[in-house]
């Protein structure tokens, strides 16, 4: 249950990146991914030296696989925050907008509710020059704005971008090392047994030592066992003799 667990773990991990924008050398991650679950597969039909090096690998390529989980979902935050706090700016700014062509609109019924043409002729001209105004810099401060909407969504989703790229490359390195890791601890094996079967002599002794003394003590309890059935023997003997003897009338 454990392996399939870490297997899926992976997997998902995986798929996770198969999600992100495409860059340079994500083929070569998704290989040492395809690595981790395929290793995770074959762990159990290795030896128990071979088990130690597989489960430094999982360790590994678990930890691997959280820390890049984690980076990535820290690239979308910052991104969306991003996008939050710039939504916030723009919406300020759109408030101003409205809050000008409403003053222009109000400017406007100021006159037309002027009945009298020399009032509504004045209305019109003194207030000509402000409502001038409110639509240039209300237009200008449109633009301005969808400019920096599109700005700011090409800044947001490259930024985004470089940092799930760097957070790819950098899982990218260490499920190489882990993967390299676990090929050298395997190709020590062999020779980790031959140190074992060549230990030291004086390392060998109190296995001998212990060796010998219980095949002392199995000797004694074989002695003990032979001198309990001669005593048996002689018993069984000695009561056969009393039964022979002739009985005095």
């Given amino acids: 249950m454990h392996l399939y667990t870490r297997v899926l773990l992976l997997a998902v991990t995986l798929f996770t990146v198969n999600g992100v924008p495409r860059f340079g050398e994500d083929d070569a991650l998704e290989q040492v991914l395809f690595r981790m ?4 597969m074959e ?4 030896s128990p030296a071979g088990q130690a090096c597989s489960n430094n690998y999982v360790n590994a390529t678990t930890k691997n696989s959280e820390k890049l989980a984690n980076a990535t979902n820290a690239c979308e935050d910052a991104a969306n925050s991003t996008i939050v706090s710039n939504n916030k700016n723009s919406n300020a700014t759109v408030i101003t907008i409205r809050n000008q062509l409403l003053a222009l609109e109000q400017n406007l ?4 509710n002027e009945t009298d043409s020399a009032r509504f002729l004045n209305c019109t001209v003194s207030t000509f020059d402000k409502n001038l105004q409110l639509l240039d810099t209300s237009n200008s401060m449109a633009y301005q704005t969808q ?3 599109a700005s700011n969504a090409t800044v947001v989703e490259a930024t985004r971008s470089n940092c799930i790229s760097a957070a790819v490359s950098d899982a990218k390195v260490q499920g190489i090392q882990a993967a390299n890791d676990f090929d ?3 190709a020590k094996i062999p020779s980790q047994r031959e140190i ?3 230990q030291d002599p004086k390392e060998q002794k109190p296995v001998q030592q212990q060796q010998q003394q219980q095949q002392q003590q199995q000797q004694q309890q074989q002695q003990q066992q032979q001198q309990q059935q001669q005593q048996q023997q002689q ?3 000695l009561a056969s003799g009393v039964q ?5 009338n």
């Fill in 37 to 40: 679950v395929e290793g995770q």
């Fill in 244 to 248: 022979n003897l002739p009985m005095n």
């Fill in 147 to 149: 400019s920096q909407f």
């Fill in 109 to 112: 019924q100021l006159c037309r």
């Fill in 43 to 46: 762990s159990r039909a290795l």
């Fill in 184 to 186: 050298s601890c395997v």
């Fill in 196 to 198: 074992t079967q060549k």
């Fill in 235 to 237: 018993q069984q003997q």
